[in-house]
Nanobody, 123 residues
Framework: QVQLVESGGGLVQAGGSLRLSCAASGRTFSSYVMGWFRQAPGKEREFVAAIRWSGGNTAYADSVKGRFTISRDNAKNTVYLQMNSLKPADTAVYYC????????????????WGQGTQVTVSS
């Protein structure tokens, strides 16, 4: 049974930092893309960042480029999202996802999802 479990969300002031973790289990993800998406109240789920488990190629949404960093730890089967210089606009539920796809910005291309973790940035 595939499981993606996010952690690390919370409340932070604008300009602060958080690191989200996504622990993956239940299958081999070596050929998968791991993505982070977010959804704010009343808005659609949007792509944040992705990393290819094999090779480590990364991609970011323009809105987070230069502030967020996605990485993975193969030994721990865990993907991270380091978020710096946070803004109130970053407030959302953040989801980890895994997909066997080249279209990594599209949420419907991902097969597995975590339960989400809330990130709230106060001004």
């Amino acid at each position: 049974q595939v499981q993606l479990v996010e952690s690390g969300g919370g409340l932070v002031q604008a300009g602060g930092s958080l690191r989200l973790s996504c622990a993956a289990s239940g299958r081999t993800f070596s050929s998968y893309v791991m993505g982070w998406f977010r959804q704010a109240p009343g808005k659609e789920r949007e792509f944040v960042a992705a990393i290819r488990w094999s090779g480590g190629n990364t991609a970011y949404a323009d809105s987070v480029k230069g502030r967020f960093t996605i990485s993975r730890d193969n030994a721990k089967n865990t993907v991270y999202l380091q978020m710096n210089s946070l803004k109130p606009a970053d407030t959302a539920v953040y989801y980890c996802a895994a997909g066997h796809t080249y279209y990594y910005t599209l949420s419907n291309e991902y097969n597995y999802w975590g339960q989400g973790t809330q990130v709230t940035v106060s001004s």
